[in-house]
Each structure stands twice: as structure tokens, then as C-alpha cells.
């Protein structure tokens, strides 16, 4: 799949990039995104396919924790 860069003040926000793989760090899943030949790694809060977002409406939800 896809993930579009959602955080506000990352250098490549609203760009889409083929997801590689995904993976836990201290607890955090990060996904592994492909940008021509370079490879990057962001948390799952900052990208648009996840069902909670850090920047949704609903990622504050107090009924969903």
C-alpha cells in the first residue's frame, strides 16, 4: 500500500510513498516508505493509513482509549 505524510511540519507533507514494511521501535510502530532510491522510516501518527491519526479529530477521543 500507500501512506500519504500528514504530520504538518515534516519536509514531505501530503506526499504519498509505497509503504515497505512495517515495524515496532520502543513500542512505536513505524513504517518504512520508499522515495525514488532513498529509504525513511515515520511513526504511524504521522501517516494517512492508519485508523488513528495524531492530527484526526478522533485520534482524542476519550472513548477510544
Avoid: M
Avoid at 24 to 53: C, H, M
Wanted: aromatic content about 14%; proline content about 8%; glycine content about 6%.
Amino acid at each position: 500500500g500507500h501512506a500519504t505524510i500528514l504530520h504538518p511540519y515534516h519536509p514531505l507533507y501530503g506526499q504519498s510513498f509505497p509503504i515497505l514494511k512495517a515495524r515496532k521501535v520502543n513500542g512505536i510502530r513505524r513504517y518504512s516508505l520508499q522515495s525514488g532510491d532513498d529509504v525513511f522510516a515515520v511513526p504511524e501518527t504521522w501517516v494517512s493509513d492508519v485508523s488513528t491519526n495524531a492530527f484526526s479529530d478522533s485520534y482524542f477521543d476519550p472513548c477510544s482509549i
